[in-house]
């Protein structure tokens, strides 16, 4: 394990030797995560079910590859679940072995149908024509294809419509190649905490349950994983549970705030940080950075710190994020720019002081929900952009 973490860090200093910020990634966080949430699982279920390990988006911005092969090290999952060709192709390129399954599809062309099928990459699929392409390309390498048929029970989004599951099976069955390994479907809103979306999630459990029914009746083969549960069917809702369980924020240590999530403890795993630049004194009234948004009092002390929007730090969050510095909460002043953003000092504050963006220090804490809250969005997107971010430098660490 110290030999993924030293050997990621190095490539990580390499790739960015001179950061902005540091992303610190905690894999023993990872590892009580994923332990938790599939004991808790199992334990609802009463059954030992497969995990698939969402690492699409680049590992939710932690880093794919560092945290595939520690989790294929440490042996926590069953499956990969990426979202497209491209990060399935890094992962084998990485030499990942563990099973992998495109989760999305993307357009694809003959030779990454060919690398798919060469690479036993697992590929969820909602429609006729990728099904043809795969069989011919699985019969002209001699191969058996595994597929997952991604059944639409309300999401709206991929997957064939419910309606339209037995007969796309019957055309799966025609094509001699192809293996159902799977079937899933996706929730659209079982991560929201009211009756009627409950409803609509336990409708969608209903179509999935009775359609697993009739499939066994008429697919070719019986041994097939259903499954359905994100993180929010995984802690709310048991009966979505069925062979494997497909957590993505939970996993990296945001589970929705209400209900099994938070009784569980999971610890997010990743934190961001950066250094003070220099300490300014200002005079009364003047403004500070672009748009003129906040204008310094008489003899403020402002400090200036080297990230922006350009190392994931929404612009939304001018003015209304609160760092932690010096063990104590702070609060960001005037807007946020590309590669800069201004904070209160304290008395004390030089440069070189850690400012905590994301993450704890002693009771106060900053987590990619509270940024979130603040600028109405996910906390999926907050840390997806540090995945982005050239300037930020990714530090694996396995701290208990
Ligand atoms: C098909 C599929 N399964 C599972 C997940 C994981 O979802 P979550 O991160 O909400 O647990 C995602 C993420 O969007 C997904 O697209």
Same mark, same amino acid.
């Given at each position: 394990m110290h030999k993924i973490i030293n050997h990621y860090n190095k490539i990580e200093t390499e790739l960015c030797p001179h950061p902005t910020g540091i992303c610190k990634v905690n894999l023993f966080a990872l590892e009580s995560n994923i332990k938790k949430l599939h004991a808790f699982a199992n334990a609802k279920s009463r059954k030992k079910l497969k995990f698939l390990f969402p690492v699409k988006g680049n590992g939710y911005g932690s880093g794919m590859i560092p945290i595939a092969k520690f989790v294929e090290k440490k042996q926590l999952c069953d499956y990969f679940g990426v979202a497209h060709f491209e990060e399935a192709y890094e992962l084998r390129k990485a030499d990942i072995q563990t099973p992998i399954l495109i989760l999305a599809q993307s357009f694809l062309k003959s030779d990454q149908i060919s690398y798919i099928v060469k690479h036993n990459i697992e590929q969820a699929v909602s429609d006729k024509s990728l099904l043809r392409k795969l069989n011919t390309e699985a019969k002209k390498q001699k191969k058996i294809i595994n597929i997952h048929l991604n059944i639409d029970t309300g999401m709206g989004r991929l997957g064939v419509f419910a309606k339209n599951a037995l007969s796309f099976i019957k055309e799966i069955n025609k094509y001699k190649n192809v293996h159902l390994t799977g079937v899933m479907t996706h929730f659209s809103v079982a991560d929201v905490n009211n009756s009627k979306q409950s409803i609509y999630t336990k409708q969608q459990i209903k179509i999935f349950t009775k359609l697993r029914k009739q499939i066994f009746v008429v697919a070719r083969n019986n041994n097939i994983i259903f499954h359905a549960a994100n993180s929010a069917g995984t802690l709310e809702y048991p009966l979505s549970l069925f062979d494997m369980i497909r957590p993505g924020i939970a996993t990296y240590g945001y589970p929705e705030r209400y209900g099994n999530g938070l009784s #569980? =403890? #999971? =610890?997010?795993?990743m934190e961001l940080a950066t250094k003070i630049i220099m300490i300014k004194t200002y005079l009364k009234g003047y403004s500070v950075g672009y748009g003129r948004t906040y204008s310094a009092k008489q003899g403020e002390r402002i400090a200036i710190a080297p990230i922006g929007y350009a190392d994931g730090l929404n612009r939304g969050l001018s003015n209304k994020l609160t760092p932690i510095m010096n063990g104590q909460k702070t609060q960001s002043l005037g807007r946020i720019s590309m590669d800069q953003f201004c904070l209160k000092a304290g008395k004390k504050t030089k440069a070189g002081d850690k400012v905590i963006i994301i993450g704890q220090s002693g009771k106060y804490s900053n987590s990619a929900h509270d940024l979130a809250n603040q600028i109405n969005t996910i906390p999926y997107e907050i840390l997806c952009s540090l995945g982005n971010a050239k300037r930020i430098r990714h530090e694996y660490c396995y701290v208990r």
């Open positions: #569980l =403890k #999971l =610890k997010p795993i």
